[in-house]
T-cell receptor, first 113, second 115 residues
Framework: DGGITQSPKYLFRKEGQNVTLSCEQN?????MYWYRQDPGQGLRLIYY???????QKGDIAEGYSVSREKKESFPLTVTSAQKNPTAFYLC????????????FGAGTRLSVL | GENVEQHPSTLSVQEGDSAVIKCTYS??????FPWYKQELGKGPQLIID?????GEKKDQRIAVTLNKTAKHFSLHITETQPEDSAVYFC??????????????FGAGTRLFVKA
């Protein structure tokens, strides 16, 4: 059963805490992405990776960090520097960069305690 | 900068009627235009896409049209059903492995289909 798995589904962050959102894909895709979704807004790109050990900042990378040590995994860390982290986070992958279908996970909803 | 404008933000139709969502993009280099459907609490899923060498594409009750000159593309849903109720996103992307990555999403349209 191929696809993208995000975990956890719900996550709570305390003040000053770093939290990590997991994203795993078994589609053998090269490109992976992290988006943030706020109510009434579209998807805003946080980070993307076109290949293992390489990643690029998106439009709203401040307060976030990523790694891409394996092709199938692209975890996102929301650091304490991100002052407004409450949002729905979506991970996606595509066979190649640009001009291709993106397959999305079910998302992680992050809230601040 | 580059952007994709999507209208309307909310659309309410009666079951069986048609729904039309429109998007305008700014980057003339865009050549791939997907549409995604997002149901409550889930990730978006592709429902139809079109490439710049095609003017129209249809898949059962869903169709997409593209006007490259006007940099405008639209989603048409006919014979709407309650299960069509969701948020729909358009996107404009530049394809090809030699170009830089870029996919820009519209802000979304919340479609309500009343039974």
């Amino acid at each position: 059963d191929g696809g993208i798995t995000q975990s956890p589904k719900y996550l709570f962050r305390k003040e000053g805490q770093n939290v990590t959102l997991s994203c795993e894909q078994n589609l053998n895709h090269d490109a992976m992405y992290w988006y943030r979704q706020d109510p009434g807004q579209g998807l805003r790109l946080i980070y993307y990776s076109q290949i293992v050990n390489d990643f690029q900042k998106g439009d709203i990378a401040e307060g976030y960090s990523v790694s891409r040590e394996k092709k199938e995994s692209f975890p996102l860390t929301v650091t304490s520097a991100q002052k407004n982290p409450t949002a729905f986070y979506l991970c996606a992958s595509s066979r190649r960069r640009g001009g291709d279908i993106q397959y999305f996970g079910a998302g992680t909803r992050l809230s601040v305690l | 900068g580059e952007n994709v404008e999507q209208h309307p933000s909310t659309l309410s139709v009666q079951e069986g009627d048609s729904a039309v969502i429109k998007c305008t993009y700014s980057d003339s280099a865009s050549n791939y235009f997907p549409w995604y459907k997002q149901e409550l609490g889930k990730g978006p899923q592709l429902i139809i896409d079109i490439r710049s060498n095609v003017g129209e594409k249809k898949d059962q009750r869903i169709a997409v049209t593209l006007n490259k000159t006007a940099k405008h593309f639209s989603l048409h849903i006919t014979e709407t059903q309650p299960e069509d109720s969701a948020v729909y996103f358009c996107a404009a992307s530049i394809g090809g492995d030699t170009g830089g990555f870029k996919t820009i999403f519209g802000a979304g349209t919340r479609l309500f289909v009343k039974a």
